[in-house]
T-cell receptor, first 106, second 113 residues
């Protein structure tokens, strides 16, 4: 059974700082998805990583995938308040991590 | 292209009742999956349908069931509601099973009293 572990589960950080969210998973998967959820809203796709070593960037967010280590990271550069949300990873696409609630302080 | 729609958006039921939730996928998408989201358990997979066939099922009791119609619209049913079934139920659609980004609907918020 696939297990997905995200950490941290909660992160409060200052604007302008950098930080990384980690997503570890227990069984082989050749793809991984990152989603964002704003409070009271549904999930929105951020990145699809389809191979080992894949790296995708959109604005201040960059995601990477290491299928051998069963690890994906979501790196936030120079955080801004608008990035406050909960971020989910989903190896295979249907099993999700518990989410990382990101709160960026102005 | 219209997004995923879910009806109703909000629902209040009492214990023991049953409920049916509906999901209309994005036009052309043949796969639909359902999730239950609660503060304690997070986002949990319920089931996945492709071309009217259930392809995957999560670890939920038999009170939770679903189906998909020939037009790809899907319904999920929960019988004999329990207080713990209070949750946000999300539906997502995608073109083919097991592939590609899922596009999520706005969800149905169910409150069981």
């Amino acid at each position: 059974e696939l297990k997905v572990e995200q950490n941290p589960l909660f992160l409060s950080m200052q604007e302008g700082k950098n930080y990384t969210i980690y997503c570890n998973y227990s069984t082989t998967s050749d793809r991984l998805y990152w989603y964002r959820q704003d409070p009271g809203k549904s999930l929105e796709s951020l990145f699809v990583l389809l191979s080992n070593g894949a790296v995708k960037q959109e604005g201040r967010l960059m995601a990477s995938l290491d299928t051998k280590a069963r690890l994906s990271t979501l790196h936030i550069t120079a955080a801004v308040h608008d990035l406050s949300a909960t971020y989910f990873c989903a190896p295979t696409g249907i099993i999700f991590g518990k989410g990382t609630r990101l709160h960026i302080l102005p | 292209k219209a997004g995923v729609t879910q009806t109703p958006r909000y629902l209040i039921k009492t214990r023991g009742q049953q409920v049916t939730l509906s999901c209309s996928p994005i036009s052309g998408h043949r796969s639909v999956s359902w999730y239950q989201q609660t503060p304690g358990q997070g986002l949990q997979f319920l089931f996945e349908y492709f071309s009217e066939t259930q392809r995957n099922k999560g670890n939920f009791p038999g009170r939770f069931s679903g189906r998909q119609f020939s037009n790809s619209r899907s319904e999920m049913n929960v019988s004999t509601l329990e207080l713990g079934d209070s949750a946000l139920y999300l539906c997502a659609s995608y073109p083919m099973t097991g592939q590609g980004t899922q596009y999520f609907g706005p969800g149905t918020r169910l409150l069981v009293l």
